[in-house]
């Protein structure tokens, strides 16, 4: 029953209602009372310390005093109206200004009686002043303000202008958190909480959003990571356990005409010696009996598809069908069109199937899977709908890791019985004992050596003033048939302001790149997926020359011809971003340039990372440069989406409570693997309810 009321709709919360409830879930996608109280804050202020006027900050921080009023005065400044009012407490004195609206600060406001103020100050000379503040006699301040700190929500105009504002969180935030204590169960044991001295649950809700002190909302933060850690640690163990005993995989022992005619006829290169040692990994899997859960970690450029396709032609060679996902269309595509063209000499069925296949081809694809004619299915999460039905599916591949979670892997489990192989592809190196922690259900192989003949792209750094130069080197490239990518960060692909710039950057571009000499493709992530294929294809059919694109084109896309990468803002980039960037280019053997653009000046973090780019081409050393450099960060790019997806913990940052998270739930799966001792019902009861953890309970039910 505790559970009903956390997954009620948001619409029943006091304050709230049908309409809100609505704009809550298309703005913020605030669906249940649950998504409300994990809405956290991003940031806090003060509304429980009082400034002495005498004591202000001289910067321009909000603050809160406690005073009186001295005098108000309407004024005419340039023929507008304003209203200044003398504030004072027993320190000295500040200005409260209103340029609009202030009719009813005229009319209710006295002088002599004790307000509390809050805004922002603006400091002119020595003289300081707040704009437009919040204003309160003390007993409203009483009443409505709690003593804490408030949080401030991300937000969105719409909200903000349907009323949905700061204040307005925190007032149902709180109104709700001190109604539902007692829905508010605790999910960790109390040896837990003692071992690692953790605040209790509720205590950690109400703190992380209206924190009683900067101590408690430390312990708050610290208590909430460990959780969400613990949590995904006990979901690694218990399916890392789950995989040992009992599940039986298919063994593919034979080694047949697919791999071996491919072998000798058609690999267009020797594969290198990871390559082979990769492959090898794999292939003991494959004879052991037990289902293959693998990561295959390798830099970008250094041969992940082909250990695929040869792994998956072993399979194909024991009569087994495979699968490859990708996550997005574009790379669905792209894999489609290279093992078509790798695979053409041999006889194999080989479909697409994404979010765009016409209904028309979907049915026969879906009928040729299960009659087995399909060999190889390649496709988006389009491929996990449970109406996608394989004959036999031996293997499943999926690349780019970090985009898809164990959920769409539990997906592709159930397409057969025992489930089919996993091989995991990422291009984002990480320290091994990280991965370890991380993906800690997987088996991991590593491809370290890049293919022979790869000539390592040179790495320049120029500012924008210089850009003029960089336009001619372009051209010069563009002349000897080369294409070049031009890269524009767009953090947040909702912000209108990086927009603005990519969309400036093309007009510039186009006006710098005339037709018909020069043909410019763009890409967004605000394009529909058809017409983003369409203009990348234009790129990869060497239609046009450029491709101007936000960070779309990141994961895994193969232009052979593409030989510069012109990465604009390049200081707004992390390194891990920059290094799969630079990842496009050097795929041929053509001299291969990736351009870092910046401004003028640099902050000491920026300039760091622009000159270890430039120095360092090793995915490897530049993790750990990365792990080094940064306190928060998003190493694996997790923050946007994925695997790894934490609302606050960060795996990187918070390394040691993962560690701690980790050992905590080996011992106590290791001493109650059911998680049935009396001590361990709050870890049990998370799983029975929590919607993350349910597909854990078949292993402790
Ligand atoms: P990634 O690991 O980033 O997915 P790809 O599989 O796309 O890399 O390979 C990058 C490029 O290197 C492709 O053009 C591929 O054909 C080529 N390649 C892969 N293995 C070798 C090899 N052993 N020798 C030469 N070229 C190779
Ligand atoms: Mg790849």
Known sequence: MNNDFLNQSVEFIKGVGPSRSKLLNDELNIKTVKDLIDFYPFRYIDRMSFFKINELPLNNSEVQIIGKIKSIKKTKVRYRDRLNCEFYDETGKIDLIWYRGFSWVEESVKVDKEYVVYGKLNWYGNKVSIAHPEIKTKESFERNIPRRLHGIYSSTEKLIAEGVTQKYFVKIIFNLLNSIQAHIKENLSASILKEFSLIDRYQA??????????????????????????????????????????????????????????????????????????????????????????LLQGDVGSGKTIVSLMVMLIAIDNGYQSSILAPTEILANQHYNSIRELTKDLDLGIELLTGSTKSRDRTRIHRNLKSGKINILIGTHAILEDIVQFNNLGLSVIDEQHRFGVAQRAKLWKKNNPAPHILVMTATPIPRTLAMSIYGDLDVSTIKELPPGRIETKTVHKYDKNRLSVFSFLKKEIKKGRQVYLVYPLINESEKLDYKDLMDGYNSIIREFPRPDYQVSIVH?????????????????KETQILVSTTVIEVGVNVPNASVM??????????????????????GNDESYCILMTKDKLSEDSKIRIDTMVKVSDGFKLAEVDLKLR???????????????????????????????????????????????????????????????????????
């Not at 012109?566 to 920059?578: K, P």
């Open 566 to 587: 012109v990465i604009e803002s390049a200081e707004r980039f992390g390194l891990s971003q920059l290094h799969q960037l630079r990842g496009r280019v050097g795929r």
């Open 205 to 294: 809700l109400i703190n992380i959003h209206l924190p009683e002190s900067q101590e408690l909302l430390s312990q708050s933060i610290r208590r909430l990571k460990f959780e969400e850690l613990f949590f995904n640690q006990i979901g690694f163990q218990l399916t890392k356990n789950d995989r040992i005993i009992k599940l039986n995989g298919f063994k593919f022992e034979k080694v047949g005409n697919n791999l071996n005619d491919f072998y000798n006829k058609s690999l267009p290169f020797e594969l290198t010696k990871d390559q082979k040692k990769v492959i090898k990994e794999i292939r003991n899997d494959f004879r052991d009996g037990k289902q293959m859960n693998r």
């Open 525 to 541: 992530g605000k394009m529909n997926s058809k017409d983003k294929d369409y203009e990348m294809n234009r790129f990869i059919k």
């Open 631 to 701: 306190g928060p960060g998003d190493l694996l790019g997790t923050k946007q989406s994925g695997v790894l997806k934490f609302k606050l913990a960060d795996i990187i940052y918070d390394f040691d409570i993962l560690n701690e998270a980790k050992n905590c739930a080996e011992q106590i799966l290791s001493r109650d693997p059911k998680l049935i001792d009396k001590e361990n019902l709050p870890i049990r009861y998370e799983i029975s309810t929590s919607s993350n953890s349910k597909n854990l309970w078949r292993y402790i039910s």
